[in-house]
Each structure stands twice: as C-alpha cells, then as structure tokens.
C-alpha cells in the first residue's frame, strides 16, 4: 500500500523554506503544527442550491475530526451547480463539465499545498464524481462525505420531491391541475436542505461511493439535516488520519472488485443511469478496466429489490429509518453478491465492516429480496444500428417493455419540449433529442424537465424517447440515453429522417432503426456536423471529453 503521502507537507520543515512557513503560520499553524500531516477539507458549500448550503457546518466537523486525530486540516473550498435549477435552460450544459472543474480545482489545491490526506464533501449530483475523479489521480489518503438526502416535501397528506414539480408542470398543461396547485407542490416540493430525496443520481452516487469503500459505512444514507451526519464528518476527519499513519490510499481501495460492489448496490436500489458515466469515469482515472459489459454482467445476476422513488414509493430517508445501505450491503453480502473481502475506508475490509451491522428492521416494506421489482438490475444496455457503440436505459417499474414508432426528430430539447406542450407528440411516437451529447450540447444536458413533462401529460408508457444527452435521476419511462456515438460525430443518431420506425426493446436489449446500412451510407454523404460557436469552459471541454459509452472524461 502507498505510503507516498507521509513526507509531502514535510517539505515545509526545511530551513530554507522559511518563507513558505511565513505564509503558513498566518492561518493559524504553530510549530508543532509542521510535524502532523497536512490535511485538506475539500468543501463544495455553496449557497446556489438546497443540497450543498449546509456543507459549511460540515466542513468545520471534517476539520475538527482531523485536529482530533492529530493532523493539521485546512478547509477550502471549490464549486457547484445545481442540476435541478438549471435543469430544461441552456444553464444545464455546464452540469456536466462541472464535475471536471470541481474534479481539476480539487487536485490543483491540493497539489500546490503539497496536502498529506484529503477528505471530500459533497451534494449535489456531479460534486461527488467530480470529488472522486479528483482522490484517484491525488492518490493520497482519502475520505469522501456525502452532505446528505433531504426530507421529503409534504403535500396533501402525502410525500413530494423536486420531481413532483416537473411532473405538475405537464399535469397543469393538461389542466389536470390549476395554478394553486402547483404553486403548492412549488412551495413545498423542498423543505430544507440536502440532495434530492429519492434514489436519484445525487443518493445513487453516495450509495456507491460506500459500496466502494471511499466513504465510511452509513454516511450514504444519513439525512443532511440530522446529528448523524455531522458526526459522519468528523469520523471522516479521524479516519483519514488513520489512513495517512496505514499509508492506505484510493488506488488500494479502488479496486475492480470495488467496482463491480458499487454497481450491485446501484443494480439492487434501482439507481440512476448517471451511475453509469460516473462509475466509467472515475474507474478510468484509477486505471481500472471498467466497461459497459462489466454493468451488463452484474445486472444480470442482480436484482433491483428496492421500493424507491422514482419507480417507487419510498425516499432515502426512509431506507435510513430501516438500516441503510449498510443493512442493504449486508444482505447482499449474504447472498453471495459483493466482495467482502475489499479494503475501506476504514481500515477494515467490507465483511469486517458488516460484520457491526444490523439487519434491516423487521417488518420494513421498503427493501425485499424475496420479491423483487425487477428480477435482474434495472439499468440496461441497448445496443443496435442506432447505437453501436452502446446505449443505457433505466427500465424499472414499467409494464411497455417494447415500442416501435415513427421516429419525431427534433435538434434541440426546446423543440422537442416545446412540442409535448403544444400536444403535436401522439401515442406511438419515438422522440429523438440530438446534438446534446458530450460534444454536441455540448455538456450532455440532463432531460428531466421534458421526460417529466411526458409523464405528467400521461404519455409515459405511450411514447419513447431516445437521446445522446443523458437523464436526470429522477426521469422514469421509455426513455433511452448515452446513445453512442453521438450525433456532433457522425453517430447513425445524426441520420435519423422523420418518420422513419424505431425500435426500442428492453428484453432484447435492442435500439434500432428501419433504415439499411446503403441508406445510411447515402445520408451521411449528405451530413456535416453543426458549426458550434465556442468559448471558454464550453469550447474546452467539446475538444477534450470522450465518449459516454467511456465515460464523458476530458482527462
């Protein structure tokens, strides 16, 4: 195990470097203080959305726990975006990219201060990727905290969330609702602060960053709003100071073992189809051979045993109340579905870790093996003439499994929103969104906006919906994303002509379209890509990101 991390701050105590410990001392650090290891608290507090304006408080816990285990922290801090209210503007292309700034500003502090350890907090959905990406290529000792789920929103006796919302706004066009009504699910849909409740990509990511071993066991799950997180932050402090004195560092614990851990839990809860970006992103920059066979593989053996939302009734903060993850890893673990024998973030190997857990609560409705929602994992790869290189969907709690229809082409999610809206999508349509890939967006903007809208206008099992962006979380229905290659490259999705008949099956596992590799050949003599006018972080990261079928990784 690496133990390069235990002279890095060392530097500092060379007599020539009088000057640097000048600048030091201004922060507060006394002589003995330039013995310990230097520890960073990477802090992603923001006040621009509910899931990170508490990470502060967090931080400081982080800090705390690190002084108390002997080490000299330092809090600083990098950025968010919030997905949900960029979500349907132009906003949503910088979603993805911000994993990479969050990702290279990271690295970058903690390269220049020569830290010894990092520990890692994040909330909404890209800081966490963005976070681990960052611990990978560092390579020192680590530990990544989740801020936490937020409550769920109460309306009319019943629990609501950001989704709620999206899909009032198609359920008040269809006038199934008034404007009072969805000024109330506005109002309430989010109570506090913390990530978006249900097993959407913000839980989905925490719950396979423990099952991976980089965060410690229960902090996946813990509300933001509750002492069990903040205590989560100082243990986080403590235990990476244990990790700095073993010389234990993420490479140790990233492992393709790990790997395949993260993607049973994310199969079993039924999570998002971001996890399969993030999770090929973050494995490539610890080199691990990662693909989208690997999720294939695991999802067949898996099954997806939990009633979450979207697909289902309950949030992350009722599987909190049952056990959380650890009680869900501790029962795959029994049925022969994880490797128990992964060392953690605590020094300790999953089993060891386990092995303090409780069961899930007797009589809890929220997890069952026994009767699963879906027999094998949810999130499927299609493959097919449309897709070559691969395509994802999250097929849970659906009875279409099949649809075959005429393709509606649309350049834009506007056009295409703009269409569901004005009532010109009819049951049987395949919508096609392209040239919002990594490249094209370029950002691969995220759809909840419009695949909510669908559903609230009861279209969601009536149309399909196919794409080269990706999907929110919190998006459920015939909906296919990640289609690669995408359209700014030439991908056959970039061919597609109005009218043509696609085909999108679950159960075979296909995305295709009536249209013969001739016809291909003579489209594409008449195709050329769309000039992009680019500037800045935009332009920078359509030259360097790649495919999502490997991630969407600029590095």
Known sequence: MGNQSKTRSKVFNDINRAPNRA???????????????????????????????????????????????????????TITVSDGISMGTDGMR???????????????????????????????????????????????????VYGGTIRPGKHDGKDIDIVSAFEAVGKYNNEDIDSDQLNQIECHACPGAGSCGGMYTANTMSSAIEAMGMSLPGSSSNPAESSEKLEDCTAAGEAVMNLTNQGITPRDIMTKEAFENAITVVMALGGSTNAVLHLLAIAKTVDVDLDLDDFERIREQVPHIADLKPSGRYVMEDLSKVGGVPAVMKLLLEKGLLHGDCITVTGKTIAENLSEVDHLSEGQEIISFENPKRETGPLVTLRGNLAPEGAVAKMSGLKVKKITGPARVFDTEKEATDAVLNNEINPGDVIVIRYVGPKGGPGMAEMLSIT??????????????????????????????????????????????????????????????????????????????????????????????SSASKGAITD
């Open 23 to 77: 600048m030091i001392r201004a922060t507060g650090v006394e002589d003995e203080d330039f013995n310990k290891p230097f520890i960073g608290v990477a802090s992603t507090w923001s006040e621009v959305t509910p899931c990170n304006m508490h990470i502060d408080e967090l931080a400081r816990s982080a800090k705390q726990g690190a002084l108390e285990g002997g080490g000299t922290p330092f809090i600083f801090n």
């Open 94 to 144: 910088y979603s993805l990219p911000s994993r990479e700034v969050i990702a290279d500003s990271i690295e970058t502090v903690v390269g220049a201060q020569n830290y010894d350890g990092v520990v890692a907090i994040g909330g909404c959905d890209k800081n966490m990727p963005g976070c681990m990406i960052a611990l990978g290529r560092l390579n020192l000792p680590s530990v990544f």
């Open 452 to 545: 909510a809208i669908v559903v609230g206008k009861g279209l969601g099992e009536k149309v399909g919906l196919i794409t080269d962006g990706r999907f929110s979380g919190g998006t459920h229905g015939l909906v296919v994303g990640h289609v690669s290659p995408e359209a700014q490259v030439g991908g056959p999705i970039a061919l597609i002509n109005e009218g043509d008949m696609i085909t999108i099956d679950s159960i075979a596992q296909e995305l295709a379209v009536d249209v013969s590799e001739e016809q291909f050949a003579e489209r594409t003599k008449n195709w050329t890509a769309p000039k992009q006018q680019l500037r800045g972080t935009l332009a920078k990261y359509a030259r360097l990101v």
